[in-house]
């Protein structure tokens, strides 16, 4: 076969590679070349054969032509079968060293793009790699979730934080999270996000019975519609149902919270410091003592003095008020308690300088379960409140 023609075909193929980073179709090398499809489908066998890339055979596409001397469009009745080219990675990196690429200086992922990385290819970071978005709520819009979620830069952020990035979450062999992301999202970064995200790169071991990261794959390469877990969700959605309950007033005042998140880093400081971004959601700061007492007065038959410490004579607080609401509809404390456990992290947080230790406890755990609890929690109220309230 013509050396020149093969040559030509490897050509065009690198060029339109470092145009959309994509394969080429045998139509277009046919077109670009002037020869029939035929010929184009033997040329990128003969380079598969090479060892020059590879191929996706006998795809069915419709060619479509367009006249500008007669504007009619008719689309094609039957498909042509030809082969889609991809050139290898070794043609594409001796391509970009040798050419004048290498002297754009192309942020990481995209010059990693242009030497043959797949668009859908996944790159692993450490989980610590979210932190900077999760710090900075003014620049960055997020969805995280258990399973990963997307992040995305708000119209106020400087150009050089900008990226849209859709982001799973793995487990690693050691019970951690990594963060896992596309090429075709990371290319897209400015290149100070993408300096950042390159520092954070790993390569672990990762377990095979992982159903989050299962969420994710079937999502973003399936394109199904499969909702992510989030423990957060699921207290900001059982704080919406018990105050639609009190509606028009609000037992919990505060629904919304930009910082709270889950960790990014396995650290007892950052359990901490998520736990005291929750507790300003749940806490007593965001109970209406106002609420609590009405509810007591008109639904449970409570008297003016039972709203007073026994001893003291001084009113009871949000918290006891809360729990004096769990007494009369003779249920177990299990919001009070879980409330005190949080408001416990959040001390530390606040009060204390934890001395970080290298031990086996998954801190990023701890808190999912204390989330969980939180949201039952509300949930278990809420159901008797209700029942309650029917019955009377």
Same mark, same amino acid.
């Given at each position: 076969?013509?050396?020149?023609?093969?040559?030509?075909?490897?050509?065009? !193929?690198?060029?339109?590679?470092?145009s959309?980073?994509?394969?080429?179709?045998g139509?277009?090398?046919? #077109?670009?070349?002037?020869?029939?499809?035929?010929?184009?489908?033997?040329?990128?066998?003969?380079?598969?054969?090479?060892?020059?890339?590879?191929? #996706?055979?006998?795809?069915?596409?419709?060619?479509l032509?367009?006249?500008?001397?007669?504007?009619?469009?008719?689309?094609?009745?039957?498909?042509?079968?030809?082969?889609?080219?991809?050139? !290898?990675?070794?043609?594409?990196?001796?391509?970009?060293?040798? !050419?004048?690429?290498?002297?754009k200086?192309?942020?990481?992922?995209?010059?990693?793009?242009?030497?043959?990385?797949?668009?859908?290819?996944?790159?692993?970071?450490?989980?610590?790699?979210?932190?900077?978005?999760?710090?900075?709520?003014?620049?960055? $819009?997020?969805?995280?979730?258990?399973?990963? +979620?997307?992040?995305?830069?708000?119209?106020v952020?400087?150009?050089?934080?900008?990226?849209?990035?859709?982001?799973?979450?793995?487990?690693?062999?050691?019970?951690?999270l990594?963060?896992t992301?596309?090429?075709?999202?990371?290319?897209?970064?400015?290149a100070?996000?993408?300096?950042?995200?390159?520092?954070?790169?790993?390569?672990?071991?990762?377990?095979?019975?992982?159903? #989050?990261?299962?969420?994710?794959?079937?999502?973003?390469?399936? +394109?199904?519609?499969?909702?992510?877990?989030s423990?957060?969700?699921?207290?900001?959605?059982?704080?919406?149902?018990?105050?639609?309950?009190?509606?028009?007033?609000l037992?919990?005042?505060?629904? $919304?919270?930009?910082?709270?998140?889950?960790?990014? $880093?396995?650290?007892?400081?950052?359990?901490?410091?998520?736990?005291?971004?929750?507790y300003?959601?749940?806490?007593?700061?965001?109970?209406?003592?106002?609420?609590?007492?009405?509810?007591?007065?008109?639904?449970?038959?409570?008297?003016?003095?039972?709203?007073?410490?026994?001893?003291?004579?001084?009113?009871?607080?949000?918290?006891?008020?809360?729990?004096?609401?769990?007494?009369?509809? !003779?249920?177990?404390?299990?919001?009070?308690?879980?409330?005190?456990?949080? +408001?416990?992290?959040?001390?530390?947080?606040?009060?204390?300088?934890?001395?970080?230790?290298?031990?086996?406890?998954?801190?990023?755990?701890?808190?999912?379960?204390?989330?969980?609890r939180?949201?039952?929690?509300?949930?278990?109220?809420?159901?008797?409140?209700?029942?309650?309230?029917?019955?009377?």
């Amino acid at each position: 076969m013509d050396q020149k023609i093969l040559d030509a075909t490897i050509a065009y !193929s690198i060029e339109h590679w470092n145009s959309s980073f994509g394969g080429v179709s045998g139509l277009d090398i046919s #077109n670009k070349l002037c020869i029939t499809n035929e010929e184009a489908m033997a040329i990128i066998e003969e380079l598969v054969h090479r060892g020059k890339g590879s191929v #996706n055979r006998d795809v069915q596409l419709y060619e479509l032509k367009l006249d500008p001397k007669n504007p009619k469009f008719d689309f094609p009745d039957k498909p042509i079968s030809t082969h889609v080219f991809f050139p !290898s990675r070794e043609v594409l990196k001796a391509n970009f060293y040798g !050419s004048d690429l290498v002297k754009k200086r192309y942020p990481e992922y995209k010059a990693r793009m242009h030497q043959g990385a797949h668009q859908l290819s996944m790159v692993d970071f450490s989980d610590e790699v979210l932190a900077r978005c999760f710090d900075h709520p003014e620049f960055y $819009e997020i969805d995280d979730s258990l399973a990963g +979620g997307t992040l995305w830069t708000k119209d106020v952020a400087p150009d050089n934080r900008a990226l849209h990035v859709r982001y799973g979450k793995r487990k690693l062999e050691d019970g951690k999270l990594a963060v896992t992301a596309i090429f075709k999202d990371l290319a897209t970064m400015s290149a100070e996000e993408q300096r950042h995200w390159h520092a954070y790169e790993i390569e672990g071991e990762f377990t095979i019975d992982d159903p #989050n990261f299962q969420r994710f794959l079937a999502r973003t390469y399936a +394109g199904a519609f499969v909702d992510y877990p989030s423990p957060i969700r699921d207290i900001l959605v059982a704080l919406e149902k018990i105050n639609t309950f009190f509606s028009p007033a609000l037992l919990f005042t505060k629904l $919304e919270n930009d910082h709270l998140r889950l960790p990014v $880093e396995n650290t007892k400081k950052a359990l901490c410091d998520c736990s005291s971004e929750l507790y300003k959601l749940v806490g007593p700061d965001a109970l209406s003592q106002k609420v609590m007492k009405d509810f007591l007065c008109r639904s449970l038959n409570t008297s003016v003095e039972e709203l007073k410490h026994a001893e003291s004579g001084r009113p009871l607080s949000s918290i006891q008020l809360l729990e004096l609401i769990e007494a009369k509809l !003779s249920i177990e404390p299990r919001l009070t308690k879980v409330i005190r456990e949080v +408001g416990t992290f959040r001390t530390d947080a606040d009060h204390k300088i934890i001395k970080e230790e290298v031990r086996d406890e998954n801190h990023v755990d701890a808190f999912l379960c204390l989330c969980s609890r939180v949201a039952d929690s509300l949930n278990h109220f809420f159901i008797n409140a209700r029942t309650v309230s029917l019955s009377t």
